[in-house]
């Protein structure tokens, strides 16, 4: 059964440093995506990015970036130079199947204090 | 574009009674999904529409709970004769999901408080 662990449940820093979240994932696809989602204090769930199991290529974008590791089974996202408005629950998620329902991990709450 | 909407953003009711929630997809999205989000049992799926394949009642809870989708658009999420566990915030969410499991974009939210 497809499985999340997000082994962090709250990481607090200091602005401008950087943070790492932690995404574990189990599956018994050949081929699998993963995503992360963003949900700040306002409650909404924002797609950050979603990630095909072919390329392991670490993705970039801004301030943040993806290490997909396929022989350890982990996709942690890490927030370079944080900043206060980065302050949100984190979700990984893997779909149980081809283009279905995400199963979430628990979320890590990431707290950036001035 | 207008991203899901749904509605009402706030729902207190008693225990006993029945409630409905609406979900507006993004205009094209061909996937429309419920999932439910409380503080003891995190982020759990729901009911997932697929065009006009059946839908995938997996996640629903109990018989009190259906959800039905008119026109392939607005789908309605009933709770029926509602319980205090059910009191949780109810996210819909569209995806286009046409060749693979395309990102999930994700409407506010309905915040179910049974009394």
């Known amino acids: 059964a497809q499985k999340v662990t997000q082994a962090q449940t709250e990481i607090s820093v200091v602005e401008k440093e950087d943070v790492t979240l932690d995404c574990v994932y189990e599956?018994?696809?050949?081929?699998?995506?993963l995503f992360w989602y963003k949900q700040p204090p306002s409650g909404e769930l924002v797609f950050l990015i979603r990630?095909?199991?072919?390329?392991?290529q670490n993705e970039i974008s801004g301030r943040y970036s993806w290490n997909f590791q396929k022989s350890t089974s982990s996709f942690n996202f890490t927030i370079t130079a944080s900043q206060v408005v980065d302050s949100a629950v984190y979700f990984c998620?893997?779909?149980?199947?081809?283009?279905?329902?995400?199963?979430f991990g628990q979320g890590t709450e990431l707290s950036v204090k001035p | 574009g207008a991203g899901v909407s749904q509605s009402p953003s706030n729902k207190v009711t008693e225990k006993g009674k029945d409630v409905e929630l609406r979900c507006d997809p993004i205009?094209?999205?061909?996937?429309l999904y419920w999932y439910r989000q409380s503080l003891g049992q995190g982020l759990e799926f729901l009911i997932y529409?697929?065009?006009?394949?059946?839908?995938?009642k997996s996640g629903l809870p109990s018989d009190r709970f259906s959800a039905e989708r008119t026109g392939g658009s607005v789908s309605t999420l009933t709770i029926q004769r509602t319980q205090q566990e059910d009191s949780a915030v109810y996210l819909c969410?569209?995806?286009?999901?046409?060749?693979?499991?395309?990102?999930?974009?994700f409407g506010p939210g309905t915040r179910l408080t049974v009394t």
């Open positions: 969410a569209s995806s286009l999901d046409l060749l693979g499991p395309y990102e999930q974009y």
């Open positions: 529409f697929q065009g006009n394949s059946a839908p995938d």
């Open positions: 998620a893997l779909p149980a199947n081809q283009g279905g329902k995400l199963i």
């Open positions: 990630r095909n199991s072919f390329d392991e």
């Open positions: 205009s094209g999205h061909t996937a």
């Open positions: 599956t018994r696809d050949t081929t699998y995506y």
